[in-house]
C-alpha cells in the first residue's frame, strides 16, 4: 500500500506565496518522477510542476518563473513553491507521484488534493 499526503494549502492575498509538500510513503522500493497538478472548479485537471528522479523539472508555461518543484530524495517527499500568485492560480492541487513497490511493479500514485485560493 502506498499513501500521498499533500500539505501546506490555503488562503491566500494576490502576491503572496504558499509551500506545497507532498509525502509518499509505504511500500515504497524506489520513488521515480513526482509532480503536481491543479484542478479549478469546472476545468480539467492539468500538469503544473514535474520533476524526474535526477531532478531534471518541465513547468507550466502558465507558472514558469513563479513557481519552483523540488524533491527530497531521503524523505521521499516533493515541493512545490509558489509565489506570485495570482487569483486563477486557485485550484484544488493534487501530488503525483511514479513508484516502483518491493513487488517489482510500478504505478502512478495521488494524494487526495489540498485547496489553493488566491483572493484578496
Known amino acids: 500500500q502506498v499513501r500521498l499526503v499533500e500539505s501546506g494549502g490555503g488562503l491566500v492575498q494576490p502576491g503572496g506565496s504558499l509551500r506545497l509538500s507532498c509525502v509518499a510513503s509505504?511500500?515504497?522500493?524506489?520513488?521515480?518522477?513526482m509532480g503536481w497538478y491543479r484542478q479549478a472548479p469546472g476545468k480539467e485537471r492539468e500538469l503544473v510542476a514535474r520533476?524526474?528522479?535526477?531532478?531534471?523539472?518541465n513547468y507550466s508555461g502558465s507558472v514558469k518563473g513563479r513557481f519552483t518543484i523540488s524533491r527530497d530524495n531521503a524523505k521521499n517527499t516533493v515541493y512545490l513553491q509558489m509565489n506570485s500568485l495570482k487569483p486563477e492560480d486557485t485550484a484544488v492541487y493534487y501530488c503525483n507521484a511514479d513508484i516502483m513497490t518491493y513487488s517489482g511493479y510500478t504505478s502512478t500514485y495521488w494524494g487526495q488534493g489540498t485547496q489553493v485560493t488566491v483572493s484578496s
Open positions: 520533476i524526474s528522479s535526477d531532478t531534471s523539472t
Open positions: 509505504g511500500n515504497i522500493f524506489r520513488v521515480n518522477a
